[in-house]
């Protein structure tokens, strides 16, 4: 019931919409004829699979990377996405390639709100050890609290995973996997993409994570100011069935960007540096 509710506040061309819902009784075990209810959510459809499915096609049956300005349009989107939730104060938790749906029309469409948490005004963190183990943040691995920047660091890990085709953090023992998440230590993208793609992956898997940024400043970055403008521009040119019904999508896309504020907007400009120089060391 809380992944229905959070899909029902959600209204953003990022994420995967929510149609409606209703409550079957069946009985799943023969053995037991007690009948038991099922809840079913039924969301948009997304005609083009997950990015899960994508890269598993590129890597074995396409053998060959994605283009640069492909990665850094999904990574617009995405980051928007997450942008959106986190204004909403959703945590979702579970940032991973096969929650992240694809539609015909080149939209990307963040999904799968079951681990989710809404965080109260008065609480920052929370600390239930939960998501994907091969995304899970440093702060999640040594049993601490965390917040929303743990959402960034599976955001770097699903842009990693996109470049390279496979996971950045891979072990043959849960010890040595929990060992690399929390010194951050993963091989580098291949050497086909840019150093700036390469930093802003770098930057968004920092072990602390006051470290880094945003996803309003990973979306609006001077890094990705093209690619955020390009996908704004497809956005605009989208039929009528492919936008949100109460406002258009370019509209909603740029002002949930612009609604964060000045002070946002001001360490946003300051960051696209940093994610170039990252000063921050």
């Known amino acids: 019931m809380d992944e229905i509710k959070i899909l029902q506040a959600c209204k953003h061309i990022n994420v995967i919409r929510y149609k409606n819902c209703f409550i079957t009784t069946e009985t799943l075990d023969q053995a037991k004829p007690s009948a038991q209810l099922l809840v079913h959510i039924v969301m948009e459809y997304a005609d083009a699979g997950d990015m899960h499915v994508h890269i598993k096609r590129q890597r074995e049956e396409i053998q060959a990377f994605f283009s640069e300005v492909q990665v850094r349009n999904w990574l617009v989107q995405i980051a928007l996405a997450l942008q959106y939730l986190h204004k909403l104060r959703v945590m979702h938790r579970d940032i991973k390639t096969q929650n992240i749906f694809m539609t015909s029309a080149s939209l990307l469409k963040l999904g799968d709100f079951g681990v989710s948490k809404v965080l109260s005004p008065d609480k920052e963190f929370t600390e239930t050890a939960i998501g994907t183990p091969t995304n899970l943040c440093p702060e999640i691995a040594n049993g601490?609290?965390?917040?929303?920047?743990?959402?960034?660091?599976?955001?770097?890990?699903?842009?990693?995973?996109?470049?390279?085709?496979?996971?950045?953090?891979?072990?043959?023992?849960?010890?040595?996997m929990l060992k690399k998440i929390r010194t951050a230590t993963y091989p580098p993208i291949p050497p086909n993409y840019s150093v700036t793609l390469s930093d802003l992956?770098?930057?968004?898997?920092k072990v602390d994570p006051g470290r880094r940024p945003t996803a309003y400043q990973v979306a609006t970055c001077h890094a990705l100011k093209d690619d955020f403008e390009s996908h704004l521009e497809h956005v605009k040119k989208l039929p009528a069935s492919s936008r949100m019904s109460d406002?258009?999508?370019?509209?909603?896309?740029?002002?949930?960007?612009?609604?964060?504020?000045?002070?946002?907007?001001?360490?946003?400009?300051?960051?696209?540096?940093?994610?170039?120089?990252?000063?921050?060391?």
């Open 201 to 205: 992956i770098r930057v968004m898997l």
């Open 247 to 281: 406002q258009s999508s370019e509209s909603a896309t740029r002002n949930s960007c612009s609604s964060m504020g000045s002070g946002e907007a001001t360490s946003s400009g300051v960051y696209s540096e940093e994610i170039r120089q990252d000063p921050l060391g």
């Open 144 to 176: 601490q609290k965390y917040d929303f920047k743990s959402d960034i660091w599976s955001l770097g890990c699903v842009v990693h995973e996109i470049c390279s085709l496979k996971p950045a953090f891979q072990s043959k023992s849960w010890e040595e």
